[in-house]
């Protein structure tokens, strides 16, 4: 019986599911293991191989789930700073939502995965959040999903319904936009030139007004092109001019790794930023500085300007 072709749309069920790209493959892998010792009593006449996989890993993510705080991002803990000078004092004890590194799995199981989305989703009871993304984004039928957890047809239409309404309250998501869009990618290549230059001016022209700039773990957010900016200014100020920016993707949003000039030449790893392009302006940047995050996406720690990787 072959298991392995579904691990990589399995690791992004779980993603959505923990939010955490490292967690996603533990479970993935703790359910291929349950998968292969329960092989002999699985049953073809009443479920696919991929249907009987997505129960036993639901299941996974469950217990996983059981007593665990939800995975924020800063935005969805308190009201914007207006101070571009505060502290940047990570909070560690938080759970931080992390993003999804593209290149790990295949093309097709990343559909709906942007960073909005997830953190939305996070905020439903787990059993909800099960059934939603089994039923909207992987496209199961209800009873499928029934048997994946054991319930009625009706309780599952039921659970979509309060995971939908749950879900329509937190607000707007973000709209789905490819990064390798011509237009969304020339938003990027500036953002890139003006953040290579140290061009504030730049940067704040290519945001909207009402742009967010958040870095866990580091809990303080921005609003705002004005602040945005404010803050960019005491970035370049603190960790000098000359970044390097290596883009990529994430979460199916265009990506960058940004890197910071180092004294004695070179460049080493700072952080990961996580774009969302709409209307031709950038709306939102999630920066990732988590070790384990730069680790998820097999980003080296020192590069020399001319080995970056463009668009691809």
Known sequence: MEFEAYRGELVAYCYRMLGSFQEAEDLVQETMLRAWKARDRYDAARASVRTWLYRIATNVCLTALEGRARRPLPSGLGAPSEDPAAPLTPALDVPWLQPFPDARVELEARADLRLALVAAMQVLPARQRAVLVLREVLQFSAAEVALQLGTTVAAINSTLQRARAALA????????????????????????????????PALVRLLTDAAVLEMP????????????????????????????????????????????????????????????????????????????????????????????????
Request: glycine share 10%.
């Open 169 to 200: 309250e937190v607000g707007d998501v973000g709209e789905v936009t490819e990064p390798n869009d011509p237009a969304v990618r020339a938003v990027v290549e500036r953002y890139v030139e003006a953040f290579e230059a140290a061009d504030v």
């Open 217 to 312: 773990p580091v809990p303080l957010w921005y609003r705002g092109s004005r602040d945005y900016g404010r803050f960019m200014e005491r970035v370049f100020q603190m960790r000098g001019t000359g970044w390097v920016m290596d883009q990529l993707t994430a979460n199916g949003q265009p990506a960058l790794a940004a890197y910071a000039p180092l004294p004695g030449g070179g460049h080493q790893v700072h952080t990961l930023q996580v774009l969302t392009v709409a209307g031709g302006l950038l709306t939102h940047n999630v920066v990732f500085a988590d070790p384990a995050v730069i680790a998820a996406f097999d980003l080296p720690t020192h590069i020399s300007a001319d080995k970056v990787r463009r668009p691809r």
